[in-house]
């Protein structure tokens, strides 16, 4: 890419961002539009504009940003969301930390240098722009210079160290503070049993794990709830609730019908076949009413059954106090560690019921597949990805598709393809990804949705190591000069060396679409308000589809956090060797934090809350990405025959000690809570039989209000067997 290529994507992003941000601005004012851009502070009973719409000039949010606390955060969004903020603002410290030495030291000693201008004068197919002078590829091999550039990756590590034990002990702190909240949460009360053995004396289910737990537990066991085979009960319950829906909108639509011409009205119908295109036609609210009677029907025949006949081999265990079920779930409670596993239970929001009956063994075999499956993708996965990176370039077009060569020569045509072909086919390329590896972390066997999230994310990050840093890095680099390695062999490591400098104007131009293009739809939120009108007009009649066509979800971690990593790995491993990303990683995630504390504060609500739980993840991979970044330019300064280059290998050492200590200080009170932190603030037994009715799936709760004792009483009844 040349210099005005490279100049034009920018002005071009930053124009679409500004555009977006206006438009933003101009569209939440309007009052209908308020349940889209701040469903958030509707759904808490907070007016969505203080101050009145005049408030809500274009600088307006970022005020409102700025001045909210990080216990703000917490009381709109939660704390995971309060930990990604901590994440975003960690990494932007590092990055301004390092620039602030790197940017004034390294670029002029790479801009005063001229390899790349020897390199030209010495060879005619040698090329090289404003921004290739910039970068370490422009000092020469055994310069005096590269000292600086190994200096420059110590400063960079200590750094991070600094920043990331810094921010470990707050989010850690954090965490304890809410976890030793008074506040009455169900999974404070209960633990997660599964693995539990066939009952040689015969005793049902329910009546092994009272019996067992009131043994062990005799002073604060209070009930259990077995998991049962509810499968055929969700299956009822969801289309029972289906037809509940449709009734609600037929009734709605049959009273629009009423005018004074024909006060009667029109009764609708619909085809009972498929998609509602063939069939019988019938009276829609009479035909939904009737579904509903034999439902209902139905669903409670199907609890008593589940509840009686299909109990599994896991439940969930109550507990009188939060001590005692945080000492329970940190307790070796059998001899054969295959049987009686006992864990701390997950939210009840968080709970994937499919997965809690799966047996010890048949999780460890699951995940193991799914770690070789996984291992498989990302082999294949770097062929095409590779490819995609070699073939996107404008000189790769008109060879292979030469019927766009008229079109390409264009010069407004060049400049665009130039700026936005490579990076947009990775972005549609990597877009294929989440769904696969949520639908593989989620076959693991995994208990919670906040654990398959995690697993999601850490496969994803291996992707982005693997194919999208390596891919487009090593892959581009050396088919582009297959021909000459072809010619010379000997001579690959060195053009690998030469080049691997010219691809950071490539993901300088990526991080720039991303925060730019990318915010700005986050921001102006145009797709989910687009989404929301066309519903609202066509779809929507009742007060609940309207409610359910702007739910705004939340921030969907699975993808956001890995995109904002691969970011991460991309400047870290460039900050050196082409200092001129670092500013364009301080815009991304500088924005990113300042749009995501508006988007906390204002539009996404938590589907879910684990306290921090990810900030482990988080922290691993901004260390791992910190040790790809040292052994890259260990290797680097290796092909520059700099030879102090193994200075750089106690730098690998130290980061690897720093992430030890960093486990063994904080990360056993993330895998388990502490009991000075479950002991503080316990001021009242809370009312447990609420706390056990949360955990209640919805299809297993009474439909009619005389069936709920009959059913409470199958649920709770606690053995009279004494011992084990």
């Avoid at 071009?12 to 500004?18: E, K, N, P, R």
């Avoid at 933003?24 to 007016?47: A, C, E, M, Q």
């Avoid at 021909?483 to 690998?496: F, M």
């Avoid at 990810?614 to 691993?620: E, R, V």
Wanted: proline share 5%; hydrophobic share 45%.
């Amino acid at each position: 890419m040349d210099f005005s290529s490279f100049l034009t994507s920018l002005a071009t992003s930053f124009v679409i961002f500004v555009a977006l941000m206006l438009v933003f601005t101009w569209l939440s004012r309007k009052p209908g539009n308020h349940v889209v851009y701040f469903p958030s502070r509707i759904l808490r009973g907070l007016d969505p504009l203080e101050g009145g719409p005049l408030s809500r000039s274009p600088l307006a949010w970022i005020r409102a940003a700025f001045a909210a606390s990080e216990a703000d955060i917490v009381a709109a969004a939660g704390v995971d969301t309060a930990v990604y903020l901590i994440f975003l603002s960690s990494v932007l410290g590092i990055f301004v930390m390092s620039g602030i030495i790197l940017l004034p030291v390294l670029l002029p000693i790479a801009a005063t240098d001229n390899s790349f201008k020897t390199a030209f004068d010495t060879n005619s197919n040698a090329t090289f722009n404003n921004l290739d002078k910039l970068a370490m590829g422009n000092v020469h091999a055994g310069s005096s210079r590269l000292w600086a550039f190994l200096l420059a990756n110590y400063w960079v590590s200590f750094v991070t160290f600094y920043v990331l034990w810094q921010a470990y002990k707050h989010v850690s702190d954090l965490r304890a503070t809410a976890r030793s909240s008074p506040a009455v949460r169900p999974e404070d009360y209960a633990v997660l049993v599964r693995d539990i053995p066939t009952d040689p004396q015969g005793q049902s289910k329910k009546e092994q794990v009272d019996s067992y737990f009131k043994a062990l537990h005799p002073d604060s066991f209070c009930k259990s709830m077995v998991i049962t085979d509810n499968k055929q009960a969700n299956k009822i319950w969801e289309e029972l609730e289906g037809y509940k829906k449709k009734l609600a909108h037929a009734e709605v639509v049959y009273t629009e019908s009423k005018t004074t011409s024909k006060p009667e009205g029109t009764r609708p119908t619909n085809r009972i076949g498929f998609l509602g295109l063939i069939g019988a036609k019938v009276d829609t609210i009479d035909h939904c009413n009737e579904k509903i009677n034999e439902l209902a029907t139905k669903l409670e025949i199907e609890q008593k059954e589940a509840d009686k006949d299909k109990q599994q081999n896991a439940a969930l265990v109550f507990f009188s106090n939060r001590p005692a079920a945080v000492s329970a779930s940190q307790t070796l409670h059998a001899q054969m560690v295959d049987t009686w596993t006992v864990t701390e239970a997950p939210e009840p929001r968080q709970l994937i019921w499919e997965n809690l009956t799966k047996k010890v063994y048949e999780r460890q075999i699951r995940q193991y597949a799914v770690y070789g499956i996984v291992f498989l993708t990302v082999v294949f996965y770097m062929v095409p990805i590779a490819a995609v990176s070699a073939f996107t370039t404008l000189e790769n077009l008109k060879r292979y598709l030469p019927f766009l060569k008229s079109v390409v020569d264009i010069k407004a045509v060049k400049t665009v393809l130039e700026a936005y072909l490579p990076q947009l086919a990775l972005i549609v390329f990597l877009a294929l990804l989440p769904a696969l590896l949520m639908f593989l972390s989620k076959a693991e066997g995994i208990p919670s949705q906040g654990h398959v999230i995690r697993a999601a994310s850490g496969k994803y990050f291996y992707f982005i190591v693997f194919n999208v840093f390596l891919g487009v890095t090593v892959g581009g680099t050396l088919y582009t000069s297959m021909k000459t390695i072809a010619n010379k062999p000997k001579s690959a490591v060195n053009l690998l060396a030469d080049s691997l400098p010219q691809n950071a104007t490539f993901f300088v131009t990526y991080v720039a679409l991303q925060f730019f293009v990318g915010y700005g739809l986050e921001l102006s939120r145009l797709v989910p308000l687009i989404i929301f009108h066309l519903k609202k007009k066509f779809l929507c009649k009742t007060e609940a589809e309207v409610k359910a066509a702007w739910a705004p979800g939340d921030f969907g971690f699975a993808t956001r956090v890995p995109k904002d990593m691969l970011i991460m790995l991309v400047v870290f491993c460039y900050s050196v060797i082409s200092p001129i990303i670092i500013p364009f990683g301080v815009v991304y995630f500088g924005l990113g934090w300042l749009i995501a504390r508006n988007q906390a504060l204002d539009v996404y609500v938590p589907s879910f809350e684990s306290y921090g739980r990810m900030w482990p993840h988080m922290h691993s991979r901004i260390v791992a990405a910190l040790i790809i970044f040292q052994v890259l330019m260990f290797g680097y300064l290796g092909l520059k025959k700099f030879v102090y280059a193994p200075l750089m290998i106690p730098l690998i050492v130290i980061s690897f000690v720093f992430s030890y200590a960093c486990n063994s200080r904080f990360y056993r009170s993330f895998l388990n809570t502490p009991l000075e932190v479950a002991f503080k603030d316990t001021k009242e037994i809370p009312n447990l039989d609420s706390v056990y009715a949360a955990y209640i799936p919805p299809s297993l709760k009474p439909e009619k209000t005389e069936n709920a004792d009959h059913l409470e009483e199958g649920h709770t009844n606690v053995s009279k067997t004494e011992t084990v």
